[in-house]
């Protein structure tokens, strides 16, 4: 039982979203040894990542792995894979699950799309009412992109109502230490309200208030 703790647990991860937050964390699953698909929706993106590993919300310096398969196709992303990260804006979270949803079985599935869905409603909602039989998580943080892409040391929040033991063994590092609630609606209300605070703060410090 003592040689289980240290054993490492590798999972077949797919990222919804080639953007800055999809791609970084895509990096930092390959760095931990997992397989890594990401799906993004425009075709000529996907195509051109596969192609340089760049991404284009991302510095140059950033680089990903060679084998972290790029992809426009759903059903190719979704294949064989044990977890489905979702990181698409959170205006295009229930398009794309609804789109996704015939390719998706068992899988559980981590949102990481930070805002409501239409009529304010909670992303996870959005989630559960379209996967009524998978387990939803919320992965959130105090995160930025390029700090975890970079390897930075940083911190998350996995919240979920069911076990959550193996999926943070999955994400953790020496470099991402997660925290793990069962708090669904305050982590994704504090998410979505984080955005709105800083563009205000960014704005009394822009006129000159501090």
């Known amino acids: 039982a003592i040689l289980l703790l240290f054993i490492q647990i590798l999972m077949d991860f797919t990222v919804f979203g080639g953007g800055s937050w999809g791609t970084a964390l895509a990096i930092h699953l390959r760095r931990n040894n997992h397989t890594v698909k990401i799906w993004e929706f425009n075709r000529e993106q996907a195509e051109q990542m596969q192609k340089s590993r760049f991404c284009p919300l991302l510095p140059e310096k950033v680089l990903i792995p060679k084998d972290i398969f790029i992809t426009s196709s759903l059903e190719k992303a979704v294949e064989n894979t044990d977890v489905i990260l979702v990181a698409v804006p959170s205006d ?8 996704a949803k015939k390719f998706i079985s068992n899988q559980e599935v981590l949102l990481c799309s ?4 239409s009529r304010q409603r909670l992303q996870s909602d959005v989630l559960q009412q379209n996967l009524p039989h998978n387990a939803i998580y919320c992965l959130y943080g105090p995160t930025l992109a ?10 998350i929040v996995l919240a979920g109502k069911s076990d959550k033991s193996a999926l943070k063994k999955a994400l953790k590092s020496d ?7 069962d708090d669904m609606i305050g982590v994704q209300v504090g998410a979505a309200l984080k955005n709105v605070i800083a563009i205000l703060i960014g704005i009394a410090e822009g006129v000159g208030l501090g």
């Open 114 to 117: 930070k805002g409501f869905a």
């Open 92 to 99: 295009k979270v229930e398009t794309t699950i609804t789109n």
């Open 146 to 155: 390029i700090e975890l892409a970079n390897g930075l040391l940083t911190g």
């Open 175 to 181: 470099i991402l230490r997660v925290e793990t609630t």
